[in-house]
């Protein structure tokens, strides 16, 4: 019976194949009305298309039980599917655990209802590779979903990849309930002083070369595969691919950020689920790092750090590497939670322009519009149009210009700490200043914020050229805006519940209320 099952779903999805182009067209349709609607000259985003070939991995040898690694039999199905020309991938309904499954060219991997690939947390099944994390040139555990080089790949379907990243985060004490930390820390592993787990004494060591956030600095290459279990992998980590699809399936539980594409072209990523635990550690959604070309719609985040994130590299080397993100369209997204629902930086080095967001909502998260960046980042963001966007209970800012970030989220720094930073004296302008200009903010509807809008920009590279229009915003505190240049405020209301409406420092320059 089961054989017979089997037989009638592959002969389905060759069905669906021989229908590909007719749903290919729609696809295309769709895409390509929300390109053409962008506020900037947008290039097609072409949907890949795949040969009518199909191979089953459960005709490698796959365990659709999961107690036995399927890692060979998917990668297998992978390469013979590639070397013949290319084709669709399928994952059947069932339960497979996995080491790191790379993508190659002309393949779609597609996942039936009911399908769960759990990434094994067995660090054998990882090696050790050269990559870039938070911007900056380093080595990583291989990534879950992983492709280099590629062109014309896909992750499609109905499935669920999960990355059981609860045995390789960090986790805080303060951030579980008491039974839920009991039964962590039967996973083992070790608790310091201040009551943070770690997976184990390697980890903590690890700390210690770190000088820029979560980025060990390590010279003896002996030391690396000493700190290995504190190299988390981002899941999906796709570096110089071109004509990509990411559409319908669940990528959640990741053990670093989830969606992490860098120096690619051509992305398109629709109707997908990504979660990550509200308490994970670096557990963003999406990370666009010097890609252009990208569409992202009809998304659904729910995450333990920035939803929906552009980044283009940090400090000089963002700034050697010189690819900037451009030519993005978020349109039709909704965040449930993360640190920022749109982020831009803050390793932007590289630069950011021509994006567009729109008709997204925001429930909950930390900051509704997140811009971030910090003296020694250099490049520029520019040419960003924000129209349509609904926000509520938003703990911290709705709208956040922050140009003094200091690594951490919002709200968990103190005010002590800021102005400490913000007291530093003003460099001379240079190639290590940001600089973020030319951004339209309209038709927002923001209820229940702590603060509805704050921008803090640097003295010697004040936010240029900010248009807020037709906003709506209900908030504890009012809008404090410091350190703008160029500011149009036209139809924007803020009802606080105390103080001022506007506060608006000296240091804001060449207002136009309308």
Known sequence: MNKIISLLLTACLLGACSTAPRYQTTQQREIDALTQAASFEMPQVPVPSFPDRTYNIADFGADPTGIELATNAIQTAIDECNAAGGGTVIIPTGVYTSGPIQLKSNVRLYTEPNSLVMFSHDLDQYEIYDTWFEGIPTKRCTSPLNAFGAENIAITGHGVFNGNGEWWRPLKKNKMAPNQWKQHLKKGGVVTEKDIWYPDSASILAQTYCVDQNVPVIE???LWQAVKSFLRPVMVHFVGCKNI???????ENSPAWNI????????ILRDLTVRNPWYSQNGDGVDVESCKNV????CSFDVGDDAIC?????NKAGRDRGIPTENVVVDDCTVYHGHGGFVCGSEMSGGIKNVQVSNNLYIGTDVGLRF????GRGGVVENIYIRDINMVNIPNEGLLFDLFYGGKAAG???EEELAARMNADAPEVSEETPAFRNIVVENVNGNNLKRAMYFNGLPEMKIENVTLRNIKMTATQGALLRQTNGLIIDNVTIIPEQGEAFTIA?????IQRL
């Not at 699809?245 to 990528?251: A, K, Y």
């Not at 569409?295 to 009809?298: A, G, L, T």
């Not at 971030?372 to 003296?375: E, G, I, Q, V």
């Open 220 to 222: 003896d290459d002996s």
């Open 245 to 251: 699809l990411l559409e319908g399936v669940t990528f």
């Open 260 to 267: 992490h594409p860098m120096c690619c072209e051509n992305l």
């Open 295 to 298: 569409v992202i719609s009809r």
């Open 310 to 314: 552009m980044k283009s590299g940090k």
């Open 372 to 375: 971030k960046s910090t003296r």
């Open 412 to 414: 968990e720094e103190t």
């Open 506 to 510: 000296p240091t804001v320059e060449n």
